[in-house]
């Protein structure tokens, strides 16, 4: 079977070129001249892969001459091998780009796209007088978003995409405020100016709206929900995010590496580890020499992320119920959750382990002690969670609720590249950790839960059979825990190359894309929560349900806000 | 029935007392409100939540208040969906630029008296996000705020201190 590096080159042929500052090995990145960008799409999209992300990049001020990166010589074209090549756009008979010739270099706009454990970035350059790119929507359903996230955010438009609305601007922000530009000043306080939002609407008799949010009537974290309904029927719902935008994508530009850990950590509060792990794992791809973790620091790092995953998913599984009106649920696993959380505390110093990965290894050690009362902690959670797993399972009223509620088909779920348990519920067999293992997964293999039906309770149990599973993860890795150093020396990333890691946390897949300057300094770093995909099939699943169930069909996703907005 | 009739009797009351020393700062800066009217929240204590631009790590310890181990219901202080029946407005993270709005609005549609209590490092100054143009720092730049919990998330017990210490005051 061909691989989609072997595809890409047998398409695009020589106007294919690799970029040979992207790590770790197994990705690679293709520059292809912006006319063939949807046909490099078209062809990833014959070989079956999906869409993983799509970001942008401003690379005007990048390449500057330097005393410590002087012009090269004699060089006919600028590629993405030579660096430092200078301010100037040398046109290049490759890319076909800049054809006028003295033009700055403009943006870059990359592509990310998967099949099993092959991931491959396909990147297109556009000129800063024009800064456009062909639209992959009419491919990928799921670069709608992603597509006017970058004319948003940078500026940079997507030519044929159906929906010009900004997505996280919102549209009392100046219209030439574009926060991920390196001209864009990050202090300044922007002037509200008037706009309005249009949403998508319906008409006809007994049609009526339904506004949602911001503020919910729960704790949960801020969105707004457009429904259209017929009586108790939801005709179409649409979602306005961007409420947390913080600006997360540009704090990173302003901090070192060390403090950007800290910054991952708090993308998603509740997927803490999951996020600094894929970028210290992110930034380690791109440290010279190697910056490679210590194998008991690996280790840990696979503990943690368990852990998390276990925490998270009881306290869903008790939300889920919750929103069937089933409380009972909800007391006694939040119950459990807390003393995992508890146990968390005592033993690495933070309920929900904030700031306990680290660039080179893991910050906090285990000690025997420690071991076995995680051991003990783990044998009462796995007692108390099985009685509570058979009595969700044996609740005729509950059922009646969670089956065949918010449905989502696996031919929807496919075609929109959703990733982690709402893709498992819907017969995706994604898993980062087996299909990209690091260390401790490599011999401790987890066992994939996949089910077709695609509606709540699918989701749900998911959730019961991935908690049992990392139990007997978390049991391996303590077990046969190897001894030794947690943590490497740090090391920095090498200036101008780019790294990339794939993290599944409990929600699922997290990317992170990052981009040394030619100082060594952080010039881009693109986070993809899971969110970012998984918010679309929450508007496919709601179809044909009834507006009292959509809180019940939303908490069976529950999707961050946060690590959407950025 | 039987089955979970058996774990509510298992499980029995796992409420704990509320340790009085915690770790977290409470720093209450708000003395805005007479004691008397402060007295009349001290039975009962209605609080609408609103996040305005946190991480959801705050969300996960208020999310904690209601369980059964921290049980904040047994101080009369339970959670609201409308501003209108709410006596405190609690608020995470840093105020972002697209919630501004919405969190103004919320504490002006609350009756007075009322009190404001920001929660965690962001609340108080915007934490790791700092201000930006994205990002408006500590609710303290917003609306008024009677009292910070500190902490990056605060833990349960410090929330439920905080908030009856700035309901006794």
């Known amino acids: 079977m061909n691989t989609l590096k072997d595809i890409i080159i047998t398409t695009l042929k020589e106007d294919a070129v690799q970029d040979e500052h992207q790590y770790p090995a197994w990705v690679t990145t293709f520059i292809v001249p912006r006319s063939r960008f949807v046909e490099a799409a078209r062809a990833m999209k014959k070989a079956d892969a999906r869409l993983v992300a799509e970001w942008a990049t401003d690379e005007t001020l990048m390449h500057t001459p330097s005393p410590l990166n002087p012009l090269p010589q004699g060089e006919g074209k600028f590629d993405e091998q030579s660096r430092g090549t200078g301010a100037k756009f040398i046109p290049s008979p490759l890319t076909g780009e800049g054809q006028g010739g003295g033009e700055l270099r403009g943006f870059g ?68 405020a574009w926060p991920l530009r390196k001209a864009f000043d990050p202090s300044m306080y922007m002037e509200r100016v008037t706009g309005e939002y249009k949403f998508i609407r319906a008409e006809g008799i007994g049609v009526f709206e339904i506004p949602v949010g911001p503020v919910h009537a729960g704790i949960i974290e801020p969105g707004h929900f457009r429904f259209q309904a017929v009586g108790e029927d ?23 590496w060390e403090e950007g850990v800290r910054l991952a950590g708090r993308v998603s509060g509740d997927t803490t580890v999951a996020h600094s792990l894929a970028y210290c794992m992110a930034v380690e791809a791109i440290t010279m020499p190697g910056c490679k973790p210590p194998e008991r620091g690996l280790w840990l ?43 968390n505390y005592k033993l690495f110093g933070h309920r929900l382990m904030m700031d306990k990965v680290a660039i080179g290894g893991v910050s906090v050690d285990i000690t025997a002690d420690g071991i076995n009362e995680i051991l003990s902690e783990l044998n009462l959670i796995s007692d108390e969670f099985e009685r509570l797993a058979s009595i969700y399972d044996e609740n005729p009223s509950l059922e009646d609720r969670v089956r065949d509620a918010g449905v989502l088909a696996p031919d929807t779920a496919k075609e929109l590249g959703v990733v982690g348990i709402t893709a498992r519920a819907s017969g995706q067999p994604l898993d980062c950790r087996i299909q990209n293992p690091f260390p401790p997964y490599a011999v401790i293999v987890p066992r994939m839960t996949v089910l077709q039906a695609g509606d709540v309770h699918s989701r749900t149990w998911v959730r019961v059979e991935e908690v049992r599973e990392s139990i007997i993860v978390i049991r391996n890795i303590l077990t046969s825990l190897p001894s030794g150093e947690i943590k490497t020396g740090i090391k920095y990333p090498a200036p101008d190359t780019r790294g990339f890691a794939v993290v599944e946390g409990w929600r699922g897949e997290i990317v992170y894309w990052i981009q040394a300057g030619e100082k060594g300094e952080i010039n881009r770093c693109m986070v993809r929560d899971p969110s970012s995909v998984n918010w679309l099939a929450v508007e496919q699943a709601i179809h044909g349900n009834i507006v009292p169930d959509f809180p019940l069909c939303n908490k069976s996703f529950n999707q961050s806000y946060s690590g959407h907005d950025l | 029935m039987l089955r979970i009739l058996y774990q509510i009797f298992r499980t029995g009351i796992v409420t704990e007392p509320l340790p009085s020393e915690t770790e977290a700062e409470i720093e209450i800066v708000g003395a805005r409100l007479e004691k008397d009217i402060l007295k009349q929240f001290q039975r009962s204590l209605t609080i609408r939540f609103v996040d305005a631009g946190s991480c959801n790590g705050c969300e996960l310890e208020i999310h904690a208040l209601s369980n059964p181990i921290y049980n904040c219901e047994r101080f009369g202080i339970h959670f609201t969906a409308s501003p209108r029946f709410a006596d405190l407005l609690l608020v995470t993270g840093p105020v972002s630029k697209n919630m501004e709005i919405a969190l103004r609005r919320t504490y002006n549609a609350m009756p007075n008296p009322k009190l404001v209590v920001a929660v965690g490092d962001c609340g108080n100054n915007g934490g790791i996000f700092g201000t930006s143009y994205a990002s408006l720092g500590g609710v303290g730049n917003i609306i008024p705020v009677d009292a910070y919990v500190k902490g990056c998330p605060p833990n349960p017990a410090d929330l439920l201190n905080g908030i009856l210490k700035v309901v006794s005051m």
Request: net charge positive.
């Open chain 1, 109 to 176: 706009i990359f592509a990310c796209f998967a099949k099993a454990s092959e991931y491959l970035i396909v990147k297109t350059n556009a000129p800063p007088d024009d800064p456009t790119f062909p639209t992959l929507t009419k491919k990928f359903p799921a670069s709608f978003r992603f597509e006017r996230q970058i004319q948003s955010l940078m500026g940079v438009n997507p030519t044929g995409h159906p929906d010009n609305r900004p997505w996280i601007k919102h549209e009392d922000w100046p219209k030439d």
């Open chain 1, 234 to 256: 939801i005709l179409n719902l649409e979602k306005k995010l961007g409420y947390v935008h913080k600006g997360i994508e540009k704090r990173f530009e302003a901090l070192s």
């Open chain 1, 301 to 343: 790092r696979a503990l943690m992320l368990e852990r998390e995953r276990i925490a998270n998913h009881i306290g869903d599984i008790g939300g889920i119920c919750n929103d069937a009106a089933f409380a009972f649920l909800l007391y006694q696993l939040s119950r459990l959750r807390e003393i995992v959380l508890r146990t």
